[in-house]
């Protein structure tokens, strides 16, 4: 059966490029920041030259800012302009200019209440948690929303799902075990 003719397509959902890479990955267990509703999140890097995900990312953005009208315009006259909202893709050189990992990349905090779902290249549940760790590429299956709540308004991200492609260096600086102990000095030990 051919399922394209029942997909819904929702210009407010994307699913990044493969080269999407992962950072402050905190999709295991909800974390609560200031006292809130505690949450699961990700920062996806996208790289700049993905100009493919960038433009879906841009049009899902105009999307839920189209869709959102009225929540936007709240209890005033007029619609504010996008340009004038918050939205969630940021420039990585502009607001990360001394970190590397973010250097010619945009990236978006996406972020869910809900688990996200986890898969390998296969699509099958990853399950060790170790497999998933800020560093590693992967897509993510994101929606955008016009939000409007205590006189902050403009387009968040959600995080729906999640496709681990490839390993990448660990981001944020800390060693995994294995690459801890995986010296050859084990004289070291006998000294």
């Known amino acids: 059966m051919n399922n394209s003719t029942t997909k819904v397509n929702n210009p407010m959902k994307v699913i990044t490029g493969p080269n999407t890479r992962w950072s402050y990955a905190n999709v295991w267990e909800p974390k609560s920041i200031n006292g809130g ?8 890097i996208i790289p700049k030259s993905d100009t ?7 049009a899902a953005i105009e999307a839920a ?4 009208e009225s929540k936007l315009k709240g209890n005033g006259k007029t619609v504010p302009p996008l340009a004038a909202l918050k939205t969630p893709l940021r420039d990585g050189d502009a607001e990360r200019p001394d970190d ?7 990236f978006i905090n ?10 390998d290249v296969d699509r099958n549940p990853i399950l060790t948690r170790s497999e998933v760790y800020s560093g590693v590429y992967g897509r993510a299956s994101i929606s955008f929303y016009a ?9 968040a991200c959600g ?10 260096d660990p981001l944020g600086g800390k060693a995994s075990a294995e690459s801890d102990f995986a010296t050859d000095d084990d004289e070291d030990f006998l000294a």
Request: proline letters at 4%.
């Open 100 to 106: 590397e990992a973010y250097a010619n990349s945009y």
């Open 110 to 119: 996406a972020n869910a209440t809900t688990a996200p779902g986890i898969v």
């Open 37 to 44: 509703t505690p949450k699961f999140s990700v920062s996806l």
């Open 147 to 155: 939000f409007n709540s205590n006189g902050n308004k403009g387009i």
């Open 159 to 168: 995080l729906n799902n999640l496709q681990k492609v490839r390993d990448g």
């Open 65 to 68: 800012y189209h869709e959102g």
């Open 52 to 58: 493919k995900t960038v433009a879906k990312i841009k």
